[in-house]
């Protein structure tokens, strides 16, 4: 694919935008569609002049040329959304979560693979130096075996998150706290350490009873399958702002610390005969006014696209880890 890729994008809100621009930005990429349920007027979309549709079927009807499709709805629609992209032949690029269950996750993957399709799980936190970072101390063997992982999650989502009229907060189209806000951490999680078992939960309901059909805060333990433990404590309860995101790891030979609000800073680094090297910034997290999101990745997520498409890397996060970590957050839910 010598020519530039051809991309649209499926729901214009925050993070939809967010694909556009990026798109739009690289000089490989050609953005040919938006779409929305939303009149166009009220979505802030003025800047890109592309043909603008109501509807999936209604874009795929259009007979437009486009390679790739970005899925940036509501959670409780990627599922319907991604398989539709891949049944019409198109790769996918799906935000997390891929899907609610498993179930759905694997149905997408099999169509994929049948239709000989790309599926790629946005999960754009891996990009941040901290992490590829840990990575790298992780897998090279530097810390050992690992003993204890902690991850703490507390953040600020008030009734400025959870309007009325949003479908952030409703079980069907949300799907839960872990899915929407604090499923890249189990990522981050899981890409270093993999699957959990043994899962122990509390879940609790402090101040988001008329805002949401589900818990706002929850203490999760589990063993690590290769070995350790770990612990996922997060709420959405703190008042005012986000608190901390941070990941916690204890190992043979040292400890490690990430934090900042998004994980986007080396607070501890304590490892036998080891000195930390000097890391890239992070870049800084996407400000939605009232409240804050995870670093704003995307430009590599669209970069990552490009590359596998030509042929010239592999890809960053594959479908089957989209699943995985759908799986996990079905599995700590189902302890309710």
Known sequence: MSEKIKFAVVGCGHIGKRHAEMISRNEECELVGLIDVKDKSVLGIESYDVPFFTSLDEFLASGIEVD???IASPNGFHFEQSYKVIDAGKHVVVEKPMALNKQHAEKLIFQALHKHKQVFAVMQNRYSPPSAWVKDIVESGKLGNIYMVQLNCYWNRDDRYYKQESWHGKKDLD???LFTQFSHFIDIMYWLFGDITNIQAKFADFNHATL??????GFVSFDFVDGGMGSLNYSTSVWN?????????????GSVKIGGQYMDKVEVCNIKDYVMPELAPTNPGNDY?????SAANHHFIIENVVDVLKGRNTITTNALEGLKVVDIIERIYNIK
């Open 68 to 70: 790739v499709i970005n």
């Open 175 to 177: 799907g839960g706290t």
């Open 212 to 217: 949401t059909d589900f818990e706002d805060s």
């Open 241 to 253: 702002q986000n608190l901390e995101s941070s990941m916690t790891i204890i190992a043979e030979n």
């Open 289 to 293: 006014g009232a409240y804050k999101g």
